[in-house]
């Protein structure tokens, strides 16, 4: 595709259930990153994929929050017994940039954002 | 936690005007980035400028760096009502980013 795409675009879930975000990067990306942005503030890191491995998972919250990213390409965020707190704008976006071992990156490039999921946590 | 900091948090100008941004962050850096956010497109890659670079341009866009400040500042020239949106630094990029609060800039007609 040409861009980053994710659904659904909003949800609206009652405190206590369980949603799940859909996150489609660009074609070929190999990594793959989810934000979340609260109303009035900058987007906060939440969690980073290289392919499908789960290399830093520090931004989430809690344990209430997974994500997967099982095949290398699609990701979905799970939100489990949703919370108030909950409601912000999750942001997906993914780059080109990959690492070496050792940690030297390749190239530090662009990350390309989807358009957002708007989650209101009743 | 957000470790960019930009200002002014609201700037209201007039159609052809120039905007200026700035963005202070604590921690060295391999480069800098800007973002656009409205309604309409979502977040958007602006300009990226790396540590060892001092001025970057792209269109109407001018950014500088000065890394012995750790600080950033975006200037938008001839300012359209379209450049209507909030304007983040971020640091990072091959692992994560880190975003300021952002500046909300309104361009009137």
């Known amino acids: 595709g040409a861009g980053v795409s994710q659904s659904p675009r909003y949800k609206v879930a009652k405190r206590g259930q369980d949603v799940a975000l859909r996150c489609d990067p660009i074609s070929g990306h190999v990594s793959l990153f989810w934000y979340q942005q609260a109303l009035g503030q900058g987007p906060e890191f939440l969690t980073y994929f290289q392919n499908e491995a789960q290399l830093d998972k520090s931004g989430l919250p809690s344990d209430r929050f997974f994500a997967e990213r099982p095949e290398g390409s699609v990701s979905t965020l799970k939100i489990q017994r949703t919370q108030q707190e909950d409601s912000a704008v999750y942001l997906c976006?993914?780059?080109?940039?990959?690492?070496?071992?050792?940690?030297?990156?390749?190239?530090?490039?662009?990350?390309?954002f989807g358009p957002g999921t708007r989650l209101t946590v009743l | 936690s957000q470790q960019g900091e930009e200002d002014p948090q609201a700037l209201s100008i007039q159609e052809g005007e120039n905007a200026t941004m700035n963005c202070s962050y604590k921690t060295s850096i391999n480069n800098l980035q800007w973002y656009r956010q409205n309604s309409g497109r979502g977040l958007v890659h602006l300009i990226l400028?790396?540590?060892?670079?001092r001025e970057k341009h792209s269109g109407r866009l001018r950014v500088t760096l000065d890394t012995s400040k750790k600080s950033s500042s975006l200037l938008i020239t001839a300012s359209r009502a379209a450049d209507t949106a909030s304007y983040f630094c971020?640091?990072?990029?091959?692992?994560?980013?880190?975003f300021g609060k952002g500046t909300k800039l309104t361009v009137n007609p």
């Open positions: 971020a640091q990072g990029g091959s692992e994560k980013l880190v």
């Open positions: 976006a993914s780059s080109s940039t990959y690492l070496f071992t050792g940690g030297q990156s390749l190239n530090t490039d662009t990350q390309y």
């Open positions: 400028i790396r540590s060892n670079e």
